[in-house]
């Protein structure tokens, strides 16, 4: 009997030391991506980007007065910015934080068109940005864009971040902290 209890103690040791866990690994044949985790974990794919284009007028009608009462955040970035780069990882906790609310997030790449092909679907899909990108050809954009559209903003840096709620709006040049995008988002409620 000692034998017995004694051989089921060592196996049990022997089993639990071995344990492994198991990993699998997935890569993204469109954008090149590998990601591994444990075999039991969720791992959330890269929605695909979707190439929307916007003209210079789309763009006017989507950023103008809305009759309703859904607040509308609109970045400009570039894949290439690196402030632009930092701010968006604010921008997603917020997204996910406020998606249960009256608020859409826009961003418009100001990529050149060269790099709408491949630079831009890996870099939106790496930050899953993908349902809420569009692109804005620079080239097509008349001087008269600017002036139009916004009260601060010329067209000359980015970020800019144009957050509008009825009547009201808020414009901001340069990279957002977490904190200032939280205050700006607040000033809407």
């Known amino acids: 009997m000692k034998n017995l209890i004694s051989s089921l103690l060592l196996l049990t040791i022997i089993v639990s030391c071995n344990k492994e ?19 039991n974990e969720v791992v959330e794919a890269a929605v695909p980007f979707n190439k929307v284009e916007w003209t210079p007028e789309e763009a006017s009608k989507m950023l103008g007065k809305q009759n309703n009462d859904t607040l509308y955040v609109t970045n400009f970035f570039a894949t290439w910015c690196g402030p632009c780069v930092k701010e968006i990882p604010h921008f997603k906790a917020k997204m996910a934080e406020m998606k249960d609310q009256k608020v859409k997030f826009t961003f418009v790449s100001l990529d050149e068109r060269s790099d709408w092909d491949e630079v831009v679907p890996k870099f939106v899909e790496k930050f899953q940005l993908s349902p809420n990108v569009v692109l804005l050809d620079g080239s097509k954009i008349t001087p008269d864009f600017f002036p139009k559209n916004f009260k601060q ?37």
Do not use: Q
């Not at 993204?28 to 444990?38: I, L």
């Open 21 to 39: 866990t198991k990993v699998a690994e997935t890569t993204d044949t469109a954008t090149g991506y590998s990601t591994t985790a444990p075999a």
């Open 153 to 189: 903003w010329d067209g000359g840096a980015i970020p800019f971040t144009l957050m509008r709620k009825g009547d009201k709006t808020d414009e901001t040049l340069g990279s957002m902290s977490e904190e200032m995008l939280t205050e700006k988002l607040n000033s809407f409620n």
